[in-house]
Each structure stands twice: as structure tokens, then as C-alpha cells.
């Protein structure tokens, strides 16, 4: 009978996590995940294989993660809330960078620099998310497009794809030092220059909501 682990995986891999954010894969090393987590190097390897295929479970959690986070704002509704949602989800990730003082950036943003050119699973996973984030974008745009908030001959798939690229390049200007009223201004900018129907107002996106509070590293941009 298999002895029961005597350690809490969530939490283990919540500090490797917090390990590979800080110091990036290669400059990772077992000894320092084997510090971080209280485990001795034998128990990491049992548990979780070897360095790669432990990132590569930290960084599978991270893209559900963010892809949550999302669905969380896009979750779709009524087509009349759709620009709301879609504008509180652009302002969100533009605060959550401003509100990121160390300047780690995105677990998704650093794993997929340093790794997707040579590690397939790395590059897939990143795609996947991107895929995912872009099909969130896009419906709340169809959905404001069908209420009339959004110029209904845009095309939603070129759209969603400005605001994703803004969105993490949010994350990547942020990350170079520019300062969150210039992120946040970013933001605004973006979404007030969606196309709106001939002689309807900007008032909708073009409104300052107050700021919301940063969410967990879990929920990084």
C-alpha cells in the first residue's frame, strides 16, 4: 500500500511557483525549490519528476489561472453590460500591473520568453491560453456590437486581437518601468478608440470607473 504524502501539494507548489516567478527556469535550480518548499530533492522528484515537468505543472496552473480570472470578467450576459465587462476587464489588467511594485510581471509573459522557442509544451500551453483569452474578448465585443455600443460592421476577431495585444503589453511596458497613470491611461485609450455607431456618444467606454483593487498573484495579467 502506497504511503499517503505527508506534505500539501497545493502549497508546495505555490512556493516552487513563487521560486521560478522570482528567479525564471534556468536561473531555478532543485536545491533552491527543494529550500523554498521544506522538501528534500528526493520527495520533489517523486512527487513532481524533475525540474522541467514541475514548471510545467506551476505553469499549467498559472494559464488556467489567468484564463479564471477572465471568464471571471467575461463571463457574458445581458448584451447591454457587455462594454461594461469588457472595459472593467482592460482597466483590471492594467491595474493589476500598476499595482505590481517588484516588477515580476506575468509567470505566462516570463515562461513563454524564456522557454517557448525550445520547449513545445511550454509553447502550446501559452497558445492555448492566448486562444482561450481572445475567444473571451471577442464575445463580449459581439455582444456589445448587438447592442449598439460597438459599430456592428468592426470585426470582432480584429478587435478582440488590439485588446488582447494591449493587454499584455500592458504587462510588458509595466514591467520596463513606465508608471501606472501611463498604464491605466493605455487602457482607457484602447478602449475608447473602439468604433462606435455613427452618432452614438463614447460615454460607456470612454467613463473613468474607480479603481479596483489589485487580485492575488494567482490572477496576474
Known amino acids: 500500500m502506497a504511503r499517503p504524502r505527508a506534505f500539501d501539494e497545493r502549497q508546495v507548489l505555490e512556493r516552487a511557483r513563487e521560486q521560478f516567478w522570482t528567479t525564471g527556469y534556468a536561473g531555478t535550480r532543485m536545491d533552491d525549490i527543494a529550500q523554498a518548499t521544506g522538501l528534500g530533492k528526493g520527495s520533489l522528484y517523486g512527487a513532481f519528476g524533475d525540474k522541467g515537468k514541475l514548471f510545467h505543472r506551476v505553469f499549467g496552473d498559472w494559464c488556467t489561472a489567468v484564463v479564471e480570472v477572465a471568464e471571471a470578467r467575461l ?25 505590481d511594485t517588484e516588477r515580476r510581471g506575468c509567470l505566462l509573459a516570463k515562461g513563454a520568453a524564456e522557454l517557448a522557442q525550445h520547449d513545445p509544451t511550454v509553447a502550446g500551453r501559452s497558445a492555448e491560453t492566448m486562444t482561450a483569452l481572445l475567444a473571451l474578448l471577442r464575445t463580449e465585443i459581439s455582444a456589445a456590437q448587438r447592442h449598439g455600443d460597438i459599430d456592428g460592421a468592426a470585426d470582432p476577431e480584429r478587435l478582440a486581437a488590439l485588446l488582447l495585444t494591449v493587454v499584455r503589453g500592458i504587462e510588458a511596458v509595466g514591467k520596463a518601468g513606465l508608471d501606472p497613470a501611463t498604464l491605466r491611461n493605455i487602457a482607457d485609450t484602447a478602449l475608447a478608440v473602439l468604433p462606435v455607431p455613427e452618432g452614438r456618444n463614447r460615454s460607456a467606454t470612454g467613463r473613468s470607473p474607480a479603481r479596483e483593487n489589485r487580485l492575488g498573484a494567482a490572477t496576474a495579467t
Open 75 to 99: 463571463a457574458g450576459g445581458p448584451d447591454a453590460e457587455a462594454l461594461a465587462r469588457l472595459s472593467g476587464y482592460v482597466r483590471l489588467m492594467a491595474e493589476n500591473t500598476a499595482s
